[in-house]
């Protein structure tokens, strides 16, 4: 097993976004009107909006719960730590 480090799963993670992170805002700079929304559905954009925002913020407590309820069983600490959410 490799050793854990202080940063994690970020830097690779941002090392694979990044190329997509310049390339929207270099063509949110370039060309704002594409993704301007207009003013009559802006309250149907939020709505939408905050729906997938509370969908999947459910979504992922209840996977990370599930992930690491049943580890409670053997040992409460060593547990969670070997099988849940810092796995």
Do not use: C, R
């Not at 949110?28 to 909006?49: C, Q, R």
């Amino acid at each position: 097993m490799k050793s854990l480090s202080a940063y994690g799963a970020g830097p690779k993670i941002g090392l694979v976004t990044l190329p997509y992170l310049i390339i929207s805002v270099t063509l949110t700079v370039l060309y704002p009107v594409i993704f301007t929304f207009p003013v009559s559905a802006k309250p149907a954009t939020l709505f939408v909006g905050v729906l997938l925002l509370l969908v999947g913020s459910a979504e992922l407590s209840s996977l990370q719960s599930s992930s690491s309820f049943p580890s409670f069983n053997d040992d409460p600490i060593s547990g969670f730590v070997a099988s849940g959410a810092f796995y």
